[in-house]
């Protein structure tokens, strides 16, 4: 099997020159390099924007022992007690030990509690690395204890260059109008602009196939529906969602709520909406079918507006 043959792994930024945007925040982690040390940091953000590509990349500039856990796969008690103490509580022979825990907010509240007490008993030896995509779900106690940094995306022209430069390094002949609908259909995830480039490499040629690609325009059809609800509004949703080919319904939570004043028929609807927007969308993380969650809750709205 060729080494990195997956475009995200191969192009994952080293240094931080490579390092996408966050201007200020690449000076941050600047000083902390030249100095080879560093408080506990918690960087937070929405998916495929640069956190895990940051935080390996701050391990892999330092002198350090580093030990990598992702949260999300192990994110009981067991895994703070075990490996993570396990490991702060070894000898090195480096200055400094990092121990980066992706998708912290995965975590157990029982799991971060015991961290922050890890965290204060290894201060001398250990810094840790915590990336999450919601910030809410960490407890305080443990935010306290890091360097609360955002993720701030890139611009969609600073995205494009970016992977305009990966595709003439492969060797990818592109048109910039098949360039540009991946870039607005999946930005700011990053990863996923590029795993679609990847995907759509047709004998060096980026091929798209524009019926494939979700179009922003599903968003209207439910909006519509939800406005002006009747009997078939239920299944005209279900089709408008199908027919636009997503796989990833994360910004539709956020859309119903940015258009709550559109449809809500009162201010006691608009609170119940709310409310539900909220449980599904907690809910999203753990449901394998995302778009029967999101069709849960817009029966859920339906049902709130029908009855006035």
């Known amino acids: ?39 506990n940091l918690l960087l937070y953000g929405t998916p495929g924007t640069g956190k895990t590509t940051l935080a390996k990349l701050i391990v892999n500039n330092f002198d350090c ?25 070894s000898a090195s022979f480096k200055p400094i030990k990092i ?11 029982q799991a971060q509690a015991s961290l922050r007490n890890i965290i204060e008993t290894y201060s001398r030896t250990t810094r840790f690395i915590l990336t999450c995509n919601y910030l809410e779900r960490i407890i305080d106690p443990l935010q306290s204890r890091c360097q609360v ?33 991946v870039v607005n259909k999946h930005y700011p995830d990053i990863r996923k602009i590029l795993n679609t480039c990847q995907v759509n490499n047709v004998e060096g040629t980026l091929k798209i196939d524009k019926t ?3 179009s922003n325009s599903y968003k209207d059809g439910v909006l ?45 609807a608009k609170a119940m909406i709310v ?3 909220e449980s599904y969308m907690y809910h999203a993380n753990f449901r394998i079918d ?18 006035k």
């Open 224 to 268: 519509k529906e939800l406005k002006s609800p009747s009997k078939s509004s239920f299944k005209n949703i279900r089709q408008i969602l199908a027919d636009s080919n997503l796989d990833d319904f994360e910004e539709i939570y956020r859309f119903l709520y940015d258009n709550l004043d559109e449809y809500g028929n009162n201010d006691l």
């Open 149 to 181: 940094l955002k993720i701030t995306p890139p611009s969609k022209k600073e995205v494009a260059q970016h992977i305009s430069i990966i595709l003439e390094q492969e060797n990818v002949n592109y048109e910039l109008e098949d360039l540009a609908l």
């Open 99 to 109: 121990i980066i825990l992706d998708e912290a907010d995965f975590l157990t509240i």
């Open 1 to 39: 099997m060729k080494e990195n043959s997956l475009f995200v792994e191969k192009y994952r930024s080293k240094t931080l020159d490579e390092y996408v945007g966050n201007e200020q925040l690449k000076q941050i982690v600047e000083k902390y390099i030249n100095n080879n040390d560093l408080q």
């Open 65 to 89: 022992d580093y030990l990598y856990i992702n949260a999300s796969d192990e994110r009981g008690i067991d895994t703070i007690r075990d490996k993570v103490q396990g490991f702060a509580s």
């Open 275 to 277: 409310i539900e927007i």
């Open 212 to 214: 494939v690609l979700a």
């Open 290 to 307: 995302k778009e029967i969650n999101v069709m849960a809750l817009l029966a859920s709205i339906l049902k709130i507006i029908n009855n």
